[in-house]
């Protein structure tokens, strides 16, 4: 299992509830967290054969952007 970590603009409960079910129709993710605490709005995935680009691709489309902390 990989784990990757992203900076987004996921500000809010509501955001969340916009990218759910993006993150969780993704056969790939296994896990997904965000930290909204974290100025930086920390995305946290887990899963297998996950990709920065993946992940960019499936937020972008629910409206969001990701960049991966590395």
């Known amino acids: 299992?990989?784990?990757?970590?992203?900076?987004?603009?996921?500000?809010?409960?509501?955001?969340?509830?916009?990218?759910?079910?993006?993150?969780?129709?993704?056969?790939?993710?296994?896990?997904?967290k965000v930290d909204l605490k974290n100025p930086e709005r920390i995305l946290t995935i887990t899963g297998e054969e996950i990709t920065a680009e993946l992940v960019k691709s499936i937020l972008s489309k629910a409206g969001y952007k990701a960049e991966e902390i590395i």
């Open 1 to 32: 299992m990989n784990t990757l970590k992203f900076k987004t603009n996921i500000k809010c409960n509501n955001c969340i509830t916009t990218v759910t079910p993006y993150l969780n129709d993704n056969e790939k993710i296994k896990e997904w």
